[in-house]
């Protein structure tokens, strides 16, 4: 059995253990059981929704060290193949005492991680191997380093979603643009787009499809908007997220996880951050020729939003732009990097 250590809540979002999750269903389908092991209920209903195995560790997700006694007592009696960790509150005492018990992978997205471990991830675009070379051998043991795009861990329907869509579906004038910045939104980052974007003359004629994750605590806003203009869709909780990118004819997004679904999908898209590991990834998608970058909202606040709604007026108008866009994500991405990750943590 394969154990994975990640949480989800308002203030984290879903990212971690949406990811984490893609990773499960790609182990399951070796026939490998998966056990996942979170800090409180907050992810509790993602887990049951997905018919995925969990233990509520009763411990506190900033402070992870608090649960090793329980967790190496469990790790001793149960003895798993491997712990998956995914949590950007880890230390190095922590990782330390589970690498002394278990085998060892860990989900990284800062380049660095805080002590050497036995698997090291890191599916971002900016991701080089150089940056963890000081790491490999750090403690007399080798670290196998799994970077970059081939490993980004998206779910079986984005396995060759682009070359479903096909080049000739992109219209002369994009006219469905989808909006999500992930499970939480706590600055309610999608409700303030829509309020820039339907005050401005041409985007105001655009229609809006609004991913709302089950963490939202701004839904009743969005729901407010969806009630007054006719052009505004919300859809919460999405069971078929790549069968609803492939109705959308571009894309506005936060700088997670998603950027990777829609270049597997052949979304062209606008990107922007707005907590500091997302800079990173936005920057690197511009730089590939993959997306536009709009900014990062913890420098620049809502003085963003107006540079983001010119730009995808832009890109709303560039059928050539667009199809360009397409083709870099869909050459970036194929979808498969769930499965690639799953071979490894096995082998």
Same mark, same amino acid.
């Given at each position: 059995?394969?154990?994975?250590?990640?949480?989800?809540?308002?203030?984290?979002?879903?990212?971690?253990?949406?990811?984490?999750?893609?990773?499960?269903?790609?182990?399951?389908?070796?026939?490998?059981?998966?056990?996942?092991?979170?800090?409180?209920?907050?992810?509790?209903?993602?887990?049951?929704?997905?018919?995925?195995?969990?233990?509520?560790?009763?411990?506190?997700?900033?402070?992870?060290?608090?649960?090793?006694?329980?967790?190496?007592?469990?790790?001793?009696?149960?003895?798993?193949?491997?712990?998956?960790?995914?949590?950007?509150?880890?230390?190095?005492?922590?990782?330390?005492?589970?690498?002394?018990?278990?085998?060892?992978?860990?989900?990284?997205?800062?380049?660095?991680?805080?002590?050497?471990?036995?698997?090291?991830?890191?599916?971002?675009?900016?991701?080089?191997?150089?940056?963890?070379?000081?790491?490999?051998?750090?403690?007399?043991?080798?670290?196998?380093?799994?970077?970059?795009?081939?490993? +980004?861990? &998206?779910?079986? *329907?984005?396995?060759? =979603?682009?070359?479903?869509? #096909?080049? $000739?579906?992109?219209?002369?004038? !994009?006219?469905?643009?989808?909006?999500?910045?992930?499970?939480?939104?706590?600055?309610?980052?999608?409700?303030?787009?829509?309020?820039?974007?339907?005050?401005?003359?041409?985007?105001?004629?655009?229609?809006?499809?609004?991913?709302?994750?089950?963490?939202?605590?701004?839904?009743?806003?969005?729901?407010?908007?969806?009630?007054?203009?006719?052009?505004?869709?919300?859809?919460?909780?999405?069971?078929?997220? +790549?069968? &609803?990118?492939? *109705?959308?004819?571009? =894309?506005?997004?936060?700088? #997670?996880? $998603?950027?990777?679904?829609?270049? !597997?999908?052949?979304?062209?898209?606008?990107?922007?951050?707005?907590?500091?590991?997302?800079?990173?990834?936005?920057?690197?998608?511009?730089?590939?020729?993959?997306?536009?970058?709009?900014?990062?909202?913890?420098?620049?606040?809502?003085?963003?939003?107006?540079?983001?709604?010119?730009?995808?007026?832009?890109?709303?108008?560039?059928?050539?732009?667009?199809?360009?866009?397409?083709?870099?994500?869909?050459?970036?991405?194929?979808?498969?990097?769930?499965?690639?990750?799953?071979?490894?943590?096995?082998?």
């Amino acid at each position: 059995m394969i154990w994975i250590r990640a949480d989800a809540n308002e203030t984290i979002g879903t990212g971690h253990i949406m990811r984490c999750l893609s990773v499960a269903d790609a182990l399951r389908k070796l026939g490998e059981e998966v056990l996942f092991l979170t800090a409180d209920e907050a992810a509790e209903e993602l887990l049951t929704e997905r018919g995925q195995a969990f233990r509520i560790l009763r411990s506190s997700y900033r402070e992870p060290e608090r649960e090793l006694p329980v967790l190496l007592e469990m790790i001793k009696e149960q003895r798993p193949k491997l712990l998956l960790v995914d949590s950007y509150f880890v230390t190095e005492e922590y990782l330390g005492q589970l690498r002394k018990a278990v085998r060892l992978a860990y989900m990284d997205d800062y380049g660095t991680v805080p002590a050497p471990v036995d698997i090291l991830i890191n599916y971002n675009i900016y991701a080089e191997e150089a940056e963890y070379e000081a790491l490999r051998t750090a403690g007399g043991r080798n670290m196998r380093l799994l970077t970059g795009p081939d490993y +980004a861990p &998206l779910r079986p *329907e984005f396995f060759d =979603a682009g070359r479903r869509r #096909g080049m $000739t579906d992109l219209p002369k004038k !994009a006219r469905r643009v989808l909006v999500t910045v992930g499970g939480s939104d706590r600055y309610n980052l999608a409700g303030c787009f829509l309020r820039y974007a339907l005050a401005d003359g041409e985007a105001k004629t655009l229609e809006y499809h609004v991913v709302s994750g089950m963490l939202n605590p701004h839904l009743p806003y969005l729901a407010e908007m969806s009630e007054k203009y006719p052009n505004v869709h919300v859809h919460q909780n999405v069971k078929h997220m +790549a069968a &609803l990118m492939a *109705e959308c004819d571009m =894309a506005v997004t936060a700088g #997670g996880s $998603t950027v990777y679904e829609l270049c !597997a999908a052949g979304v062209p898209f606008l990107c922007f951050s707005f907590v500091e590991n997302q800079r990173r990834i936005v920057e690197g998608f511009q730089k590939a020729g993959v997306a536009f970058c709009g900014g990062d909202y913890e420098a620049e606040g809502e003085t963003l939003f107006p540079r983001l709604i010119f730009a995808m007026n832009k890109l709303a108008a560039d059928a050539a732009l667009r199809r360009r866009l397409s083709r870099n994500g869909r050459e970036l991405v194929d979808g498969q990097g769930a499965e690639r990750l799953a071979e490894a943590l096995l082998s």
